[in-house]
């Protein structure tokens, strides 16, 4: 069974729009973690924002936010007032604890921001 | 700043050559781990390793085998290369430390075997 699942291959987003990004995962693991990183078409993944299962609050990062719904299972990625450069392909996450250090991918969403 | 490299950007082989991807970190990470990357199919895990001379098998190791002689260097080696590992191939690494435990990631390879 998938443990992250992104559904949207493809999105566009208007240039200065908010566009959320859509990650569900899978886990019967109380302790995990939820990443989202970009990559460009240079292929390097960039780092963009962390959210423990714990914590309390959704975590932010400048235009970046995580929407946790802990309930439900989703950490869907919110990137605010969308940037020519925010064009890439994003990949949300997860690290279980008792997994040791790796990680499970999703398929990724090719974001296209739109002048 | 954590800096993970790799040994080549892009890299084209003809089937059935022995090939070498290497990996260096140097942030004193304990975990370094090689993916392959694939349209649609996102990052797919080869191997990992937790400390020097030890190795695990991801989820398709099948084809791949590696090397931690050193702490900072991780090493994918290609037995013999087939068209079927034409794919970006990237390398992370990671503490143990910590409840944040991202990983950093190279540049990463483009191979291209012929």
């Known amino acids: 069974a998938q443990k992250i699942t992104q559904t949207q291959p493809g999105m566009f987003v208007q240039e200065k729009e908010a566009v959320t990004l859509d990650c569900t995962y899978d886990?019967?693991?109380?302790?995990?973690?939820l990443f989202w990183y970009k990559q460009p078409s240079s292929g390097e993944m960039i780092f963009l924002i962390y959210?423990?299962?714990?914590?309390?609050q959704n975590a932010t990062e400048g235009r970046y936010s995580l929407n946790f719904q802990k309930a439900r299972k989703s950490a869907n990625l919110v990137i605010s007032a969308s940037q020519l450069g925010d064009s890439a392909m994003y990949f949300c996450?997860?690290?279980?604890?008792?997994?040791?250090?790796?990680?499970?991918f999703g398929q990724g969403t090719e974001l296209s921001v739109k002048p | 700043d954590v800096k993970v490299t790799q040994s080549s950007r892009y890299l084209v082989k003809r089937t059935g050559e022995k090939v070498f991807l290497e990996c260096v970190q140097d942030?004193?990470?304990?975990?370094m781990f090689w993916y392959r990357q694939d349209p649609g199919l996102g990052l797919r895990l080869i191997y990992f390793?937790?400390?020097?001379?030890?190795?695990e098998k991801g989820d398709i190791p099948e084809g791949y085998s590696v090397s931690r002689e050193k702490k900072e260097r991780f090493s994918l080696i290609l037995e013999s290369a087939s068209t079927n590992q034409t794919s970006m191939y990237l390398c992370?690494?990671?503490?143990?430390?910590?409840?944040?435990?991202?990983?950093?990631f190279g540049p990463g390879t483009r191979l291209t075997v012929t």
């Open positions: 992370a690494s990671s503490s143990t430390g910590g409840p944040f435990e991202g990983q950093y």
């Open positions: 886990t019967s693991d109380p302790s995990y973690g």
């Open positions: 959210q423990g299962s714990y914590d309390q």
């Open positions: 996450a997860m690290r279980e604890w008792n997994q040791g250090g790796k990680l499970i």
């Open positions: 942030m004193d990470h304990e975990n």
């Open positions: 390793s937790y400390d020097v001379k030890m190795k």
